[in-house]
């Protein structure tokens, strides 16, 4: 029932705003109902009967929170890794900020009751929602996450620094051993 309910607020946002007219509302919901896909905001984009802006600013309307559009958006590298990717995109979030104790996240459902308490598992901040589309979300995360060729691993590199400087120094124990078992006393 929820999900007919997120449908019909949906259509009756995008009709009021004059995105779609009232015949059009009716047939988008019967189409939605028929196609394969699980989500209506996905299907309305990936149809193209909606803009994204028109599409962002009803879902603002529709669950009472700023839009934000993460596509091109520099996030806080610390930021986004106080959680896992595979948190992140299972929500369907990505934070975008710190102010004091609030952390501001954008979700493609902030009104998930469940959102909260998840997040809370992994962070003590009082939370700020804003409202994005769950396909930029999803791509933001990816690209996020994503190592580009360039991007050195620091972990990594840390790791060979360290079996190098190994390395080396059991070399030159051994050499210095050499060294010592060479050296004959004289009498």
């Known amino acids: 029932m929820k999900h007919e309910s997120f449908v019909e607020g949906l259509t009756k ?9 009232a015949q059009e509302a009716k047939s988008l919901q019967n189409i ?14 990936d149809e193209g009967l909606v803009e994204k802006d028109d599409l962002l600013n009803a879902l603002a ?45 954008v979700a493609s459902n902030p009104a998930d ?4 308490p998840r997040i809370g598992n992994y962070v003590s901040y009082d939370i700020r929602f804003h409202v994005g589309i769950r396909q930029d979300i999803y791509n933001a995360i990816e690209e996020f996450f994503e190592q ?36 004959e006393p004289k009498e």
């Open 13 to 21: 946002i995008l009709q009021k705003r004059n995105v779609i007219d």
């Open 32 to 45: 939605f109902k028929g196609a394969n896909k699980p989500n209506f905001d996905d299907f309305l984009l």
């Open 61 to 105: 309307e529709y669950f009472q929170v700023p839009p934000f559009d993460v596509v091109g958006y520099l996030f806080d590298h610390a930021t986004v890794r106080m959680f896992p990717k595979e948190f992140l995109s299972s929500n369907g979030i990505i934070p975008i900020g710190r102010d004091e104790n609030m952390l501001i996240v």
């Open 113 to 116: 009751p469940e959102l909260l």
């Open 148 to 183: 580009s060729l360039t991007e050195v691993d620091y972990d990594k590199d840390l790791d060979d620094d360290r079996e190098v400087r190994v390395s080396q120094r059991k070399q030159e124990e051994e050499e210095e051993e050499l060294e010592f078992d060479d050296f």
